[in-house]
RNA sequence: GCCUGAGUGGCGGAACUGGUAGACGCGCACGACUCAAAAUCGUGUGCCUUCGGGCGUGCCGGUUCGAUUCCGGCCUUAGGUACCA
């Protein structure tokens, strides 16, 4: 059985192997096993029709040489692959030509299984998962459900059933949980708290109503990134410098009822979880910039020249009586008119004062329990609310606390009327009998604690001006420049515009806004600096220094973050100090010689000057001082913001996930488990049903599949399968789970992750979300999918250009091309050898250069070169089958990993590939003798020998475990070249040596186990251990420095003594000879290492 | 602008917590085999040099007996991100 490492004998090696391990199911992996488990994990493709190139296989590789190798190293280890099969280019490939996606889908995946059994990969393919196949998705849907399903509890900081929800609203109606979404308000009311008694008088429609501002996944009219080219909605990450990341058409806002994703709910989870969890730092920072913490404080501004034009009108009907109720008495300051009516303010103010000079016993009690802050909040007593007086009021909490004289137990009717106006002012009333106050105070106050703790702060969660008088509301993550306040500026959409305009101001505001109006999201984001606003007359009063600023609006304040207004700081802000600038708007320096008048200075350092109480502070510390002055004033608190959004998840697109719903009145409900998968219906109309719909809505029969019942007429993005797919490879056949709670917990958390770094925020973030979310829901016994993340760099092509004569076929090589006008032309890199291109081969590359006319240099024709993406239209892609015909599976899989780090990018160049080649022949070779035939030595290896197998051992398992693959590459080859040296034929080194070599090179390794006489497969063997007593020296050669420059070399036993070592170096001639015989100044000994005389 | 990496021979890249810079491979040169070429094998290969040595890890400076490695300041480059207050 002569045989070479030749081109035909690897074929038939490869080939035999490949089979062989699919017949005897060497990669099938049980769920049921002793051995600890490992999951290393590929980023599952999406099977493109234009195949995969060289650059595709590099992660797929690594992840191959880990699994196999923590195979022999005895884990169980779950290695899957599978196709993100759903997503847009089918779609894009179908409308074009006609070709159903599910048929070119199917086409496509086929070609890549081919592409990837090439190269010898040890997945489970009885584990493959398909995200279009209805057996898959049929979970996603469900999946989607229970997130449907789920509401956040952010009193537990996790997700918990709608059940629970129900059940809360039922006993305590939602002060406790308050709409996560501030803006909104209970259907045909504007009040946005309600009682367990208004929920159960609620209607269906109005309970799901409510319910859908709490689920997880909600259906909401939502701000969207409209593609009117590709006709859908795109999410944020999909969506670069306002055009869309596939095809670059334009892309715009644009409100539409969408599925999303309440992931803001999770922001700080997914923030926290970063620390756990092995990613590289950018691609934390990536994740950490899209979440987009910020620490901050709002504050309130009052606004001045507000000339407002109270309507009453419906309120003053109610009983005017009322003015009457309470009586009362006492001091206090007029600051009703935040809460009264307009129009009977002057009376109610009469009203109130005289109240307070006739207080109840019982009043008296209550008040000095309540007053100054007693209970942590501001109550204010009788208080204008309306036309009502009320007894005390936290207008923060939105509390009113009563206590009844006899007057209201006759007039329960009267009460309720008070009680349902003040509900509706968005105010919670509790109410105490004159007895409770006298016999049980303690409890009365315990009460009236408890409900103001569960009640939510108005200030985070009323709008800017809502409510109360005319005020608006800034985010500012830099309170401690509040006196350096200059203007105020609202995003152009801020509802308080139209309110504070002044006449004076109408036209020019409304210009603006019409230009604002105009410009597409593509032409703002093109002229971002651009410095645009415009004066709307009014002014604000700073609640601190009591200055009246101008508000302006304009585009770069965002209506979507934060409040949508800012404070105008121009010494501290650059875009605030070009705006100033740009309107001649006053500067105030607040920040002394760290202001140098051309450009603000957004330091944290400098020490405070006109800034009242704040002078002679470090910012730092006023930042602090000013939170808690605001809160302490009542008109601010401190305040995290986010700048991710909730995730848009409905597509308007044929190929992918139906949601799993039925609309009855306008209303989703989940479909039922039993009737999942809902199918995707078949098609051959694949184009947008115009209106936002989805093609769906072209099945009217589809769609509107019952009386009364709707389908939904989008889809779901492509990240809805893969947010989940790690999880169906653990139990891919599973009809009655997503997966089995036995597989989940055996398996668990993905041990290593390799992919590219462009999934960073979709794919990462909303596969955690999942995850977290069934975690809380009790699915999974971890909240991480993935332990660690590696992303694979790319690797770039290395394109070769050739010189066309303008208007000739004449072409010209590079080093003559300057002398010429010439057109620069891509070549096939598969005809240019290096530089060189082959004439020949080119004039048949194209018709058009069959008669091409060559100017060469040397007789050669050199090419020009760049570094480039590779890309068909470049020509530069190199398919892994063409290297794979040449050289083998083996070879490929080791010169990807010799390039270079995994996670740098590098470009490709075949030229290196015959090192790596010649290695291969040369491990062949140990085992053969000249003549092709099996020739080992059972005697005992040599200690040289050992050392070297020691060696090689021990440096490539550190080097595995760190995914350190190139370097791993180099120690096999320094081991070959050293026993090649020795002669070296002993069984005793080599058969463990092939096992550690099997990772990397399965086909060869396969081949040589079974010529050493191992029926099974190689991979049922052990990977070898290194053993230290081979590696210790008793002898060192130590390097001779002298001023920290190495001039010789000296041998001493390693246990010398230091001071003897010295001794002998200082006497030694080449030491002499640089110290010309004068004492050295300092002499360094550094056992083992090195000796460092200086002189 | 901001964030995160990276800058080492002709090229891809090594160098563990500061200790012989350039492992391994490509390329190149020379040699062997051959009529010759290819393939293969062997030797050499950071730059300069008056052959003593000098200079060298993007640049400038610092710490240290000793710095590719640590510190300060810059430059270049890749990727990410952006009126986010």
Known sequence: MAAEYSKEEIKRIEEKWRNEWKKREVYKVSNDSKKPKFYALDMFPYPSGAGLHVGHPLGYIASDIVARYKRLKGYNVLHPMGFDAFGLPAEQYAIDHGIHPAVSTAKNIENFKKQLANIGFCYDWSREVQTCDPKYYKWTQWIFLQIFDSWFNRKKEKAERIAELIKIFEREGNSNHPFPNSKFQIPNSSKVLFEASEWKSFNEKTKQVILMEYRLAYLAFTDVNWCEALGTVLANDEVINGV????????????????????????????????????????KEVQRNWIGKSIGCLVRFEVKSLTPDPSPGERGKKTSEAFSLSPGEGQGEARGRETADKKYWHVLK?????????????????????????????????????????????????????????????????????????NDEGFNVIRFSNDEVNNNLKQVLSKIKSKLDNSPS????????????????????????????????????????????????????????????????????????????AFTGAYAINPLSKKEVPIWISEYVLAGYGTGAIMGVPSGDERDHKFAKYFNLPITNIIGSFYNGNEANPTYDATLENSDFLNSMKMKDAQEVVIKKVEELGIGKRQINYKMRDAGWSRQRYWGEPFPVVFKDDVPYAMKDSELPLELPPSDNFKSAGNGEGPLANLKGWIDFAPNEKRDSNTMPTHAGAAWYFLRYMDPHNENAFADKKALDYWGQVDVYIGGSEHAVAHL??????????????????????????????????????????????FVSAGLKDQHQTDELHVDVNIVNGLELNTEAFKKWKPDFANAEFILEDGKYICGSAIEKMSKSYFNVVNP???????????????????????????????????????????????????????????????????????T??????????????????????????????????????????????????????????????????????????????????????????NGKVRAQMNFALDMPKEDIEKVVLASEIVLKWTEGKPPKKVIVVQGKIVNVVI
């Open 881 to 951: 089958d063409d290297i794979i015909e040449n050289y083998g599976a083996d070879t490929l899989r080791m010169y990807e990993m010799f390039l270079g780090p995994l996670e740098a990018s590098k470009p490709w160049n075949t030229n290196g590939i015959d090192g790596v080649f010649k290695f291969l022949r040369r491990f062949w070779n140990l085992f053969h003798d000249n003549t092709g035939n099996l020739l080992l030595s059972d005697e005992a290896p040599t200690r040289e020998e050992l050392k070297v197998f020691h060696k």
């Open 350 to 422: 009469e009203f109130s004062k005289e109240n307070r000079k006739s207080q109840t016993k019982e009043e008296s009690i209550l008040w000095e329990e309540l007053r100054n802050n007693n209970l942590g909040y501001k109550i204010r007593r009788q208080h204008s609310i309306g036309v009502f007086i009320a007894d005390f009021v936290c207008l923060d909490r939105r509390l009113v606390i009563e206590v009844d004289g006899d007057y209201h137990k006759q007039n329960k009717q009267y009460d309720d009327a008070r009680t349902s106006f003040l």
């Open 953 to 1042: 051992i021990k440096k490539i398992t550190f080097d595995i475990d760190n995914y350190s693959f190139n370097t791993s590459v180099s120690e096999f080859m320094i081991c070959a070249n050293e026993l090649t040296s020795m002669k070296c034929n002993k069984r005793a080194i080599l058969e463990p040596l092939v096992v550690a070599l099997a990772p990397f090179a399965p086909h060869i390794a396969e081949e040589l186990w079974q010529k050493l006489g191992h029926q099974d497969t190689i991979f049922n063997a052990s990977f070898p251990q290194h053993d230290e007593q081979y590696l210790t020296e008793s002898s060192f050669n130590y390097p001779i420095s002298i």
């Open 765 to 810: 973030l909303y596969s955690r979300l999942w995850v977290k979310i069934l975690h809380d829901l009790g699915y999974l016994n971890f909240d991480e999918p993935f332990k660690k993340l590696i992303n694979q760099g790319k690797i770039t092509g290395d394109s070769r250009f050739v010189y066309r004569l303008r208007g000739t076929n004449k």
């Open 458 to 533: 108005i200030k985070s969660s009323l709008s800017p001006g809502e409510g109360q008088g005319e005020a608006l509301t800034v985010f500012t993550t830099r309170p401690d420049t509040i006196f350096g306040v200059d203007f105020m500026v609202l995003a152009p959409e801020h509802e308080l515009v139209k309110k504070i305009t002044t006449s004076a101001q109408q036209p020019e505001i409304e210009k603006y806004l019409k230009y604002v109006e105009s410009r597409s999201e593509v032409d703002r984001m093109a002229e971002v600096k651009k410095i645009t606003g």
């Open 244 to 283: 869309s990341y596939r095809g670059g058409h334009p892309v715009v806002k644009r409100q539409m009822r969408q599925w999303s994703l309440r992931i803001t709910e999770y922001a700080e989870r997914l923030l926290k979880g970063l620390n756990e969890i092995d990613f590289s730092d950018s691609m």
